[in-house]
C-alpha cells in the first residue's frame, strides 16, 4: 500500500505564506505525477498544481504567479510554497500522485488525507 502524508497547513493572514509538503511512502517502482487539489465546502475538488518526475509543471489560473510547486524524487515528496494568501485561497488541500509498477497496467493513483488551509481577512 501507498500512504501519502501532507504537513504544512495553518491559519494564516491575507499576504501570508505558507509551504505544504507531502511525503510518499510504501511499495512502488516510482512517482510520476505529484500534484496538488483542495477543496471547499458544497464544491468539486480542483487542481491547483502538478509536476512530474521531469520537472513539467502546470498550475491554475488562480494560483499562477503566487504558488510554486517542487519535488524532491530522492525523498518521494512535493512541496507547494503558497504565497500572497488570499482569504479564497482557504480550502483543504489534498496531495495526489500517481505512482509506478513494472508494466503500465500496475500503475495507480493516489490521495492523502488533506490539510487545513485558512486564510484570514
Known amino acids: 500500500q501507498v500512504r501519502l502524508v501532507e504537513s504544512g497547513g495553518g491559519i494564516v493572514q491575507t499576504g501570508g505564506s505558507l509551504r505544504l509538503s507531502c511525503a510518499a511512502s510504501?511499495?512502488?517502482?516510482?512517482?510520476?505525477?505529484m500534484g496538488w487539489y483542495r477543496q471547499t465546502p458544497g464544491q468539486q475538488r480542483e487542481l491547483v498544481a502538478a509536476?512530474?518526475?521531469?520537472?513539467?509543471?502546470n498550475y491554475a489560473d488562480s494560483a499562477k504567479g503566487r504558488f510554486t510547486i517542487s519535488r524532491d524524487n530522492a525523498k518521494n515528496t512535493v512541496y507547494l510554497d503558497m504565497n500572497s494568501l488570499k482569504p479564497e485561497d482557504t480550502a483543504v488541500y489534498y496531495c495526489?500522485?500517481?505512482?509506478?509498477?513494472?508494466?503500465?497496467?500496475?500503475?495507480?493513483?493516489?490521495w492523502g488525507q488533506g490539510t487545513q488551509v485558512t486564510v484570514s481577512s
Open positions: 495526489n500522485a500517481d505512482t509506478l509498477g513494472p508494466f503500465l497496467r500496475d500503475a495507480k493513483n493516489y
Open positions: 510504501g511499495s512502488f517502482f516510482g512517482i510520476d505525477t
Open positions: 509536476a512530474t518526475r521531469s520537472g513539467t509543471t
